[in-house]
């Protein structure tokens, strides 16, 4: 149904797109850094989920609704960048207590389980990507036009899985090495906070792009 050909073409703009640093590459290395490897890899995980939702809706036709009617780009833009600011508001004020984070209990894999969600899923560069580009794949001739679309979306999200756990082994891996000094963990768990808030920052102020 869908050509190597095609596939090989989407993949790559796919990569281009997921190394390009957005709020999912630095939620992944904030939540990496503010409380570790698991949180982040849960992070990961669940953001894939919520851009697997994503392509979802795209396939089923919503995704032309959010990038074609400026006030729900906007209301889906304010969502995650709020939930972004309110995230990292919540690692700075814990960044003292980083230390007790590193065996997170497991509720804490649910919480970052369902963080990872939000963000993927009111994530604009995602958002647009699969409204606007995912669609230009699509050959209509060849039929069941929701599955190929759906066959894209999850050749997307499997690229992102990868790339951005590996985002998350590699600064969860430098936020141990620090975590040798309470004083040094602190700022790192500090520099996460302070990241998310600047990511919340900047998907507020990003614009739509016609």
Known sequence: MISLGQLL?????AVAIILVPGPTILFVVGRALAQGRRAALTSVVGNTLGALTLS???????GSVVARSAPVFVAVKLVGA????????????HR???????????????????QGF???????????????????FVVPE?????????????????????CDS??????????????????RLSAVG???GMMMIGLGVTVAATGRKD
């Open 9 to 13: 073409a989407f993949s790559a703009m």
């Open 56 to 62: 979802t809706a795209v396939a089923l036709g919503v």
């Open 82 to 93: 709020a939930y972004l600011i309110y995230l990292g508001v919540q690692a700075f004020r």
């Open 96 to 114: 003292r207590s980083l230390r007790e984070a590193l065996g997170a209990p497991v509720e804490r894999r649910g919480r970052a389980l369902r």
């Open 118 to 136: 939000v963000v993927g899923l009111t994530n604009p560069k995602t958002t647009v990507f699969f409204a606007a580009v995912l669609p230009q």
């Open 142 to 162: 060849q039929g069941r036009v929701p599955v190929q679309m759906m066959v894209f979306g999850l050749v997307f999200c499997a690229i992102a899985l990868l």
């Open 166 to 183: 590996m985002w998350g082994v590699a600064a969860g891996t430098a936020r141990e090495w620090f975590a040798r000094s309470p004083r």
């Open 190 to 192: 500090g520099t996460g």
